[in-house]
T-cell receptor
C-alpha cells in the first residue's frame, strides 16, 4: 500500500494563478483532511471530508475549495493564489475515530 | 474551542539522555483524545503515541511515554534513551470524539505550535 500520496511535491505560482493539489489514499478511509503548516503555527485544518461527496470547512477555509468525488481522492483548489497561501500543505486520512490520521508527505507551495 | 499550548519552542539533549516535552490544553470536554506526532526533517508526520482521556493509565510505546494529568490538563511526552533519529519537530494534538453520528466536525485535530527537539551526539 502506498498510504497517502500527494501531487505535486513542490509548486511555485504567481499571484492570481490557480492550481489543484491532489491527495490520494489506498486504505479505504472514510475521512480525509487538508491542513496547512506555517512556521510557528503548527498545522491548521483547511477543509475536511467525512465521506465521498461530502466536504466541510475547517479553521482556515478562505481562498480554498475542495472536492471529494471519489472516496480515495480529495482535491484542494486555489482559484486565485495569494502570497499568504505560501505554505506546506498536508493531506491526511483516517478510517474512524479515534484512530490515527495518516499523513501524506506534504506539498510545498510558494506564491510569488 | 480547544487550544493546545507547547511552551518550549526548542530543546536539545545529549544522546542517550531522557527528555520531557510539555503540552497543555484547554477544553470543557470530559472525553477526548490526545496525540503526540513527530515530524522529522523529511517532513512526514508520524504518530508517536495516543492517550484516551477516560484511561487513567499513561500510554507507553517503547521509549516513549506520557504523563497525562487530566485535572491539570497536561500531557507531556517523555523520551528515554534518546537517539539521533529522535531529532524532529514534535506536535501535541487534541481531538474531541464524535459521539453523535450527525455531529460532524469533531473529527478535527487541533495542534500545538510544536517543539523542535535536537539530539546531540
Amino acid at each position: 500500500n502506498a498510504g497517502v500520496t500527494q501531487t505535486p511535491k513542490f509548486r511555485v505560482l504567481k499571484t492570481g494563478q490557480s492550481m489543484t493539489l491532489l491527495c490520494a489514499q489506498d486504505m479505504n478511509h472514510e475521512y480525509m483532511y487538508w491542513y496547512r503548516q506555517d512556521p510557528g503555527m503548527g498545522l491548521r485544518l483547511i477543509h475536511y471530508s467525512v465521506g465521498e461527496g461530502t466536504t466541510a470547512k475547517g479553521e482556515v477555509p478562505d481562498g480554498y475549495n475542495v472536492s471529494r468525488l471519489k472516496k480515495q481522492n480529495f482535491l484542494l483548489g486555489l482559484e486565485s493564489a495569494a502570497p499568504s497561501q505560501t505554505s506546506v500543505y498536508f493531506c491526511a486520512s483516517s478510517y474512524t475515530l479515534p484512530n490515527e490520521q495518516f499523513f501524506g508527505p506534504g506539498t510545498r507551495l510558494t506564491v510569488l | 474551542a480547544q487550544t493546545v499550548t507547547q511552551s518550549q519552542p526548542e530543546m536539545s539533549v545529549q544522546e542517550a539522555e531522557t527528555v520531557t516535552l510539555s503540552c497543555t490544553y484547554d477544553t470543557s470536554e470530559n472525553n477526548y483524545y490526545l496525540f503526540w506526532y513527530k515530524q522529522p526533517p523529511s517532513r512526514q508526520m508520524i504518530l508517536v503515541i495516543r492517550q484516551e482521556a477516560y484511561k487513567q493509565q499513561n500510554a507507553t510505546e517503547n521509549r516513549f511515554s506520557v504523563n497525562f494529568q487530566k485535572a491539570a490538563k497536561s500531557f507531556s511526552l517523555k523520551i528515554s534513551d534518546s537517539q539521533l533519529g529522535d531529532t524532529a519537530m514534535y506536535f501535541c494534538a487534541f481531538m474531541k470524539p464524535r459521539l453523535i453520528i450527525s455531529n460532524f466536525g469533531n473529527e478535527k485535530l487541533t495542534f500545538g505550535t510544536g517543539t523542535r527537539l535536537t539530539i546531540i551526539p
